[in-house]
């Protein structure tokens, strides 16, 4: 199953302001059976307005280094196929997909489905009612290091969110990539598209079965006669 982890950072709160807020950067992580790939996309985004002095001291993002920096209708094509037909793995992804959505549907492309986000606030917040659920606080309940994020950004904030997904959804090996593919025993596809398999250990792990277990196991076979099942295994 292919996720992408995304955050964006804006000139604002509302693409339907006026003049229209814009997004300013776009990071994202992509998971391959909630293991991530080391495959990224990230880009800065000229929104072709200034930036308030408010989302500046947020993320640092100013109008001069965005100046030469390509529009979002230059970048839409590379982005809508980086993300295929992946589920969205977003932090809020009401305010995110609001953005994705608006920039779009303003050059042309379709908008992106509600149900396609995966909404990591509202997780945290049905896991743990009443606690903080920040990026920022999810870091700390689970001893991630976000100790890089002096300022928000959006591919520094996309990794770190995909080892809060992970936590939230089960720990960082929820199943230990085993999985049932195809009636051949448990495997797994990893994302280069080669088949991977447990095999025996080299050594195996020392029985934690005591003598006296042993020896109180064949006292109850002897009691159960010749014939028991029991009697043909050591």
Known sequence: MREIVLDTETTGLDPFDTPAHRIVEIGAVELWNQVPTGNTYHQYINPERDMPAEAFAVHGIGEEFLADKPRFAQIARAFVDFI????????????DMKFLNAELEWCGFSPLPS????????????????????????????????????LHGALLD????????????????????LSAQGGQGHSQTRADGTDWRPRPRPTPL???VSEEDRAAHAAFVAELGGGAIWSRFD
Request: proline share 6%; glycine share 8%.
């Open 158 to 177: 996309s990794e770190i969110l995909a080892d809060v997904y992970l936590e939230l959804t089960g720990g960082r090996q929820p199943d230990f990539a």
């Open 84 to 95: 295929g037909d992946a589920k969205l793995v977003i932090h809020n992804a009401s305010f």
């Open 115 to 150: 149900d396609r986000a995966i909404d990591t606030l509202m997780i945290a917040r049905r896991k743990f009612p009443g606690s903080p659920a920040s990026l920022d606080a999810l870091c700390r309940r689970f001893g991630i290091d976000n100790s890089n994020r002096t």
């Open 206 to 208: 020392p029985s934690r």
